[in-house]
């Protein structure tokens, strides 16, 4: 994957949909043909859209952003951040999930909840 491509987290998804201005400016550097998410992010959003109208904008808006599917390497990844982290950093499922796809993707993260992930050595986070 290409270094410019930024892996977003659920939450900074949400701001957007928010209107958190500060957000957007941020989304509008990085570029929207640069910004993925993972199938797990979409997921979330799905699952927290309100009713069908909101399901249907953020369909539309996942159709033109850069998806990130599950595979053996992402998933291999995820066992052995699970193996790692999640006894001693308390490492939720969705959150290793979209970390293990950043790593294996080489890419970075960009998220608002760094101390959900700032433990995991190798990954990079956005700033």
């Known amino acids: 994957m290409e270094k410019n491509i930024i892996l977003c987290d659920t939450n900074i998804l949400i701001e957007f949909y928010k209107n958190n201005q500060n957000i957007i400016a941020e ?3 990085i570029g929207s043909t640069n910004i993925a998410l993972s199938v797990i992010t979409a997921g979330e959003l799905l699952f927290g859209a309100l009713n069908k109208k909101e399901t249907q904008i953020i369909k539309k808006d996942i159709e033109h952003l850069i998806l990130m599917n599950l595979n053996d390497s992402i998933s291999k990844k995820f066992i052995e951040l699970m193996l790692k982290y999640t006894k001693s950093h308390a490492l939720a499922v969705p959150d290793a999930l979209i970390a293990a796809t950043a790593l294996v993707s ?22």
């Open 27 to 29: 989304l509008e550097k």
């Open 106 to 127: 080489n890419v970075k993260l960009y998220t608002l909840n760094v101390k959900d992930f700032q433990f995991i050595d190798e990954l990079v986070l956005y700033k």
